[in-house]
Each structure stands twice: as C-alpha cells, then as structure tokens.
C-alpha cells in the first residue's frame, strides 16, 4: 500500500540504523517535536486554574519548532499478492486489504459498520466462517485504520499453514456476498447495536474521551 513512504515500514533497515548520523537524529527531533506540533488533552476531575498553571510552568519553556504539517501520502492501489516465505511454520499471517475513506468522508461511519459486520468484531461474518465453523484461526479481526488522507481496511488472520488458502478463499467469499446481498435488518442491527455500546464504553473511561478528542482535533 505505502511502497515509498515512512507508512510503508514498521522498522527501519539495519543499512538504514548503520547510517544515521548523531546529527541527524538530533536535526530530526528538532524539527518535529516541540510545542508547535503539541497537543495536551486533561480529562477528569480537577482544578483547571491549577492545571493549567502546572502545565504552562512545566511546558511554558518549551521552543515552539516547527509547525504541523500535513503529509501528502497516497497508497498504491492495485491487485497483488506478496509471499514471504517461511520454512516449517506452523501458521501463516494472512493480511488483505485495500485503500479507503478517511475519517473525515461522509460515509466513513457507514464503513466502521460495514468493517464490524464483515470482519471487524467478535460475531462477524468473516469470524464466524473462518473461527467459528471451519476452525481455521483463533482470532481473526478486520480494521480500518484511520491515517490522516491514507486510511486503509485490512483483514488479518493468523492460520493453520495447510489451510492457508482455504482460508484466502472464505474470506474472499465473504467480501464477494456482502458485496452482492444486503444484510437482513436483524443482522444489521445486531451490529448496530453492538457499535453503540462499545461507542459509550470507550468514552466512559478518561483515555478514550481524550483519545476522541484527539482524532477530532486531527480530522
């Protein structure tokens, strides 16, 4: 998806980590971390007065660096299939997916509920035929992750190695069938229903209000 950008590597290569210079990694922190780039989220029970008095004195020094800038990433989309083969193993690590919507598109909401129907929760379609009924995988999860002008849906799976492409094959199946048949109303609203309370239970604790606020801020 990401072939010639940052997005594109988990780590660096160890010809890329024998190459950095001590001046470089120090230019790199200079330019991307100060308070311009800063946000502070404070979520709880407190005394604001005191809060922001404690954090505008432990921060107020802070030099400001660059401002945020907006990366210009665009995922390559097309049909292929990567092998990295591994001898003996005794599951294969089946990731599939493919560009999307970001967040900040009219149906992305429609797409978090397609995602947890298709593969994205626990009584998903994808699950439920690959888990449930062929026994395929313990704990396969769809996701769409959310980059800013870069999100992509991935399904991954970590399966028995003989059924490997048995597995390809079901979850084919299902992107093709939710393609091709709308969901009963019962089964979508199951889904619904499901979304809606997770929605409250991750904004019922602190980190969850301050991580939403935080994607609010971003999109």
């Given amino acids: 998806l990401f072939p010639n950008s940052p997005n594109g590597r988990l780590f660096p290569t160890p010809e890329m980590l024998q190459s950095y210079a001590l001046e470089q990694v120090r230019s790199f922190h200079d330019r991307n971390f100060g308070a311009a780039r800063t946000s502070v989220y404070v979520v709880g029970r407190f005394d604001s007065d005191a809060v922001e008095s404690a954090i505008r004195t432990s921060l107020g020094d802070w030099k400001a660096g660059e401002p945020p800038t907006k990366p210009s990433v665009t995922p390559v989309s097309k049909r292929a299939l990567y092998f990295i083969e591994r001898a003996d193993a ?130």
Avoid: C
Wanted: net charge negative; no cysteine; charged share 20%.
């Fill in 90 to 219: 005794v599951q294969s690590t089946l990731n599939i997916g493919l560009p999307t919507i970001d967040a900040a598109h009219a149906d992305f909401l429609g797409l978090t509920v397609m995602n947890a129907l298709l593969g994205g929760s626990f009584g998903s379609r994808i699950t439920s035929n690959i888990r449930e009924q062929k026994g395929y995988t313990y704990s396969p999860s769809s996701r769409v992750d959310s980059q800013l002008g870069a999100s992509y849906w991935v399904q991954v799976a970590d399966v028995t190695t003989k059924d490997t492409g048995a597995s390809i094959k079901e979850i084919l199946f299902e992107i093709d069938r939710l393609r091709n048949e709308a969901p009963s109303v019962d089964e979508l609203r199951g889904i619904q229903n499901y979304l809606a309370g997770t929605f409250v239970l991750r904004n019922s604790a602190r980190a969850g209000i301050a991580q939403q606020l935080a994607i609010l801020d971003l999109y």
